[in-house]
């Protein structure tokens, strides 16, 4: 199994410019989550999802938005990005929302705005 | 709302020393507790969990004990090596929310 992909890896854009950072996975979990790391603040929820079709916001979301169209992807688009986007993120996948299922996250993609 | 604490590095140590990160969490019910790892360049990885009050987690010779009476989930290794250095995250789960991460501690182990 692939477990959670995302791509690209790295990414460079300049203010001002959309783009949209792919995550999948082939576990058939049902919910999935984005986060961002940044120095010394740990990670950070950006989006979650409990299920194809249903989205909820996490405690950084203003300039990220998020679908899930299917159970297997969950794709973080950025409308207008900013230099304060730049970060690592971090596509995340969990069986279940028991309090005992492990998480499972995917390598992460490197994003500069310049 | 649920939190984690952990204790800030970098921590620095000499290959084979004793290795604690301390945790402290808050979190309404009973939370389940998780530490996760991430190497230089990757994502993170479960290193051990525990579910319940007075579980030990353990895994490549780490462990943590869920004390619930002081809301502590401390990370220990015996005797770390070079391949040990990693940053690692403590994290809580409790009911119908996503996991809450700690900010992450750097460990680096010298030869």
């Known amino acids: 199994n692939a477990g959670v992909t995302q791509t690209p890896k790295f990414q460079v854009l300049k203010t001002g410019q959309s783009m949209t950072l792919q995550c999948a996975q082939d576990m058939n979990h049902e919910y999935m989550s984005w986060y961002r790391q940044d120095p010394g603040m740990g990670l950070r929820l950006i989006h979650y999802?409990?299920?194809?079709?249903?989205?909820d916001q996490g405690e950084v979301p203003n300039g990220y938005n998020v679908s899930r169209s299917t159970t297997e992807d969950f794709p973080l688009r950025l409308l207008s990005a900013a230099p304060s986007q730049t970060s690592v993120y971090f596509c995340?996948?969990?069986?279940?929302?028991?309090?005992?299922?492990?998480?499972?996250f995917g390598p992460g993609t490197r994003l500069t705005v310049l | 709302g649920n939190s984690v604490t952990q204790m800030e590095g970098p921590v620095t140590l000499s290959e084979e020393a004793f290795l604690t990160i301390n945790c402290t969490y808050t979190?309404?019910?009973?939370?389940?507790l998780f530490w996760y790892v991430q190497y230089p360049g990757e994502g993170l990885q479960l290193l051990l969990k525990?579910?319940?009050?007075?579980d030990k987690g353990s895994n490549k010779g780490f462990e943590a004990t869920y004390r619930k009476e002081t809301t502590s989930f401390h990370l220990e290794k015996g005797s770390v090596q070079v391949s040990d250095s990693a940053v690692y995250f403590c994290a809580l789960s409790s009911g119908n929310t996503p996991l809450v991460f700690g900010k992450g501690t750097r460990l680096s182990v010298i030869a």
């Open positions: 525990a579910t319940k009050a007075d």
């Open positions: 995340a996948s969990r069986g279940g929302w028991g309090i005992t299922d492990t998480q499972y």
């Open positions: 979190a309404t019910g009973y939370p389940s």
């Open positions: 999802s409990v299920g194809a079709g249903i989205t």
